[in-house]
Nanobody
Framework: QVQVVESGGGLVQPGGSLRLSCAAS????????MGWYRQAPGKEREAVAI???????NYRDSVKGRFTISMDSAKNTAYLQMNSLKPEDTAIYYC?????????????????WGQGTPVTVSS
């Protein structure tokens, strides 16, 4: 079983910055991808930033140039640096981990979600 724990959310003024962390633990042999998603009240969950094991990143258009995803593979931890925050960035931010439990993923590939960390951008 794999646990995913996000942290770093909070209340910030427009134009401010926050750094989210996502730590994965448990039976993980390798991580194929880590990603940040968000869900605002009354809206569907949407992808914000994705980072795969080759270092390829994908960002939703509205956060490009403001958010940066990174990963410390040794710690199975991902980060989301969020700068120039806007009120429309307000949401619960969730981390997703896509991982394998054995060499070559011969046991299969799995994904796990954290419980989310709230981000509120308001003056």
């Amino acid at each position: 079983q794999v646990q995913v724990v996000e942290s770093g959310g909070g209340l910030v003024q427009p134009g401010g910055s926050l750094r989210l962390s996502c730590a994965a633990s448990g039976k993980i042999f390798s991580i194929n991808q880590m990603g940040w998603y968000r869900q605002a009240p009354g809206k569907e969950r949407e992808a914000v930033a994705i980072l795969d094991s080759r270092g390829t990143t994908n960002y939703r258009d509205s956060v490009k140039g403001r958010f940066t995803i990174s990963m410390d593979s040794a710690k199975n931890t991902a980060y989301l640096q969020m700068n120039s925050l806007k009120p429309e960035d307000t949401a619960i931010y969730y981390c997703n981990v896509y991982y394998c439990t054995a060499y070559g993923c011969y046991e299969g590939a799995f994904d796990a979600w954290g419980q989310g960390t709230p981000v509120t951008v308001s003056s």
